[in-house]
Each structure stands twice: as C-alpha cells, then as structure tokens.
C-alpha cells in the first residue's frame, strides 16, 4: 500500500486461499490498488457473498454496515472541532454502543495501550524524544 503498486499475483493468490475462492476470481484485481479490492471484493460483495447463511465465516462479517461512514464522519467532525480550537491538545477515541443506549460520554482520551506496541512505549523513541525536546514534553 506504501509504494502505491497494485496487487500482485501472489498476493492475490493469498487472498483466494485465504477466502476459499478460486484464484481466478481474485486476479480481476491485479494491478490494481488495496482499496479497490477491499471496496468491490469485501463491502460490495465481489468475493465475500454477503447474503448467505453461514458464510462468509463470522470473523469476516460486518457488524453494522456502515460504520465506514459513521468512523468518517466522526473523524471529519473532530478535524473541524480541532481547526476551530475547540478541543484540547491530544489524541482521543469515540466509542459508540450500537447495542446499548448512548452514553453522554462518547469521547475520551486516549490511553496508552500497554502491550508496548505503541511506538510511545518504545525505549529508543522516548530516549531520542527526551534528548531532542527535554523530559519535561515526553509523557511516560
């Protein structure tokens, strides 16, 4: 995706094994971007059948159809609110219950995840963070 190239053949292969589909039905999209794949092949139902029972398998079904679009704009109006200076500094996450009622507090900070994934919990970034712009900037 970084690189901007389409989809190779033996990425594509991966994916008609992974799906359980024949190969042939993946390679239309060679060439082609990511994105193009995920848009026609999973959300538009080109590769993931969409309307049977049981398939495709749990782990691959959506569970509200358009959570796309409701992350998108929960991002846009956070970008507007940012540009407005009417939130704070910081990175903060929105969560919604669609099964529950809503909360009156859907947005809150985010916090370290702790499985030291995070580059802000690599060792060498927070040395290199402090020595560049002092301790007293770095969160730990």
């Known amino acids: 995706m970084h690189t901007g190239q389409g989809l190779s053949r033996r990425l594509l292969e991966a994916v008609a094994a992974g799906l359980d589909r024949p190969v042939n039905d993946v390679l ?54 940012r540009s407005l ?23 809150q900070p985010a916090l370290k995840a702790g499985n030291g994934f995070c580059i802000c919990e690599d060792s060498d970034y927070l040395t290199a963070y402090r020595a560049k712009y002092g301790a007293d900037r770095a969160r730990t």
Not at 59 to 72: F, I, K, N, R
Not at 86 to 104: H, K, N, P, Y
């Open 85 to 107: 200076s009417v939130d704070a500094e910081g990175t903060s996450i929105t969560r919604i219950d669609i099964l529950g009622a809503v909360s009156d507090h859907l947005t």
């Open 28 to 81: 239309v999209c060679k060439g082609r971007r990511v994105r193009d794949l995920y848009v026609e092949g999973v959300c538009g139902g080109g590769l993931i059948s969409l309307g049977s029972t049981g398939s495709p398998r749990q782990e691959l079904h959506v569970p509200l159809a358009h959570q796309s679009a409701l992350a998108g704009v929960l991002l846009a109006a956070a970008l507007v609110r």
